[in-house]
């Protein structure tokens, strides 16, 4: 059964400043790996997508990496903004028929101006 | 462009109530899931569906249940609510081969 996990679970951070999120997972035969942000009381946005093939996707100032090998994906923002304060979340998505995604418990990011 | 719209957004049950909770997905993709967060948790998979006429269960069913009549809509069944099942819900639907996940708003339930 895959498990994910995020570390920290809570982060707090002056603005400007570049950080890094890091998500685990436990079985390496993933289908792809997501990167989400949660902003409180709504849904999830996608922020991320790398397919298993790859290592890295980039968008604006963000950049979410994957090594499958070591089952460790990371999510790398730089200069940080107030407006990034959310919680980010990571999903693994499995290989089978239903391409379930299991997600981690996610980093509350906290930017301070 | 709607995406994925849930309603109720909110919903205070009673122990032992019914209701359904409503999903409708305006992309025609064809997977659609059902998640249930936790306060300081991940998303757990309820549900899901490959298509219209196609379910099956997710890590936690118990309590649930689902159907699919159309490609569009995917509601989910809750009988005799339990105070276990007060969560947020969300429903997403993505295309196959599995790309970007669209998630609804979430619909916050309260079992007292």
């Known amino acids: 059964k895959q498990e994910v996990t995020q570390i920290p679970a809570a982060l707090s951070v002056p603005e400007g400043e570049n950080l890094v999120l890091n998500c685990s997972f436990t079985d390496s035969a993933i289908y792809n790996l997501q990167w989400f942000r949660q902003d409180p009381g709504k849904g999830l946005t996608s922020l991320l997508l790398i397919q298993s093939s790859q290592r890295e996707q980039t968008s604006g100032r963000l950049n979410a990496s994957l090594d499958k090998s070591s089952g460790r994906s990371t999510l790398y923002i730089a200069a940080s903004q107030p407006g990034d304060s959310a919680t980010y979340l990571c999903?693994?998505?499995?290989?089978?028929?239903?391409?379930?995604?299991?997600f981690g418990s996610g980093t509350q990011l906290t930017v301070l101006p | 462009n709607a995406g994925v719209t849930q309603t109720p957004k909110f919903r205070i049950l009673k122990i032992g109530q019914s209701m359904t909770l409503q999903c409708t997905q305006d992309m025609n993709h064809n997977y659609m899931y059902w998640y249930r967060q936790d306060p300081g948790m991940g998303l757990k998979l309820i549900y899901y569906s490959v298509g219209a006429g196609i379910t099956d269960k997710g890590e936690v069913p118990n309590g649930y249940n689902v159907s699919r009549s159309t490609t569009e809509d995917f509601p989910l069944r809750l009988e005799l609510a339990a105070p276990s099942q007060t969560s947020v819900y969300f429903c997403a639907s993505t295309t196959w081969p599995h790309t970007e996940a669209f998630f609804g708003q979430g619909t916050r339930l309260t079992v007292v």
């Open positions: 999903a693994a998505g499995d290989s089978g028929s239903a391409r379930q995604l299991t």
